[in-house]
């Protein structure tokens, strides 16, 4: 049983910076598309960012281009979310997803799901 259990949520100012990491079990991690997806309530959920098995290469949305960076670490089956210069419109509960679709962006190109952690960014 895949299980994805993210971390780092919390609650920070304007401009400031937080590290989300998502802990994963019960897969073969670098076999996995690794992607962090976002919902601010009242809205639907959206992609974030996307990296490939070995972590070179990587896809962000236009909105956190620039100021996100997603990474990961495969002997440690953890993928990290880094974000600078947050901003209030980045508040939202941010979750982790497992897939194999190389170039998935929606909710149905992932298979596994982590619970969410609530990020809040004050102005």
């Known amino acids: 049983q895949v299980t994805l259990v993210e971390s780092g949520g919390g609650l920070v100012q304007a401009g400031g910076s937080l590290r989300l990491s998502c802990a994963a079990s019960?897969?073969?991690?670098?076999?996995?598309?690794m992607a962090w997806f976002r919902q601010a309530p009242g809205k639907e959920r959206e992609f974030v960012a996307r990296i490939n098995w070995n972590g070179g290469i990587t896809y962000y949305t236009d909105s956190v281009k620039g100021r996100f960076t997603i990474y990961r670490n495969n002997a440690a089956s953890t993928v990290f979310l880094q974000m600078n210069s947050l901003k209030p419109e980045d508040t939202a509960v941010y979750y982790c997803?497992?897939?194999?679709?190389?170039?998935?962006?929606?909710?149905?190109?992932?298979?596994?799901w982590g619970q969410g952690t609530q990020v809040t960014v004050s102005s």
């Open positions: 997803a497992a897939g194999r679709n190389y170039y998935g962006t929606s909710s149905a190109d992932f298979d596994s």
């Open positions: 019960g897969l073969t991690f670098n076999n996995y598309i």
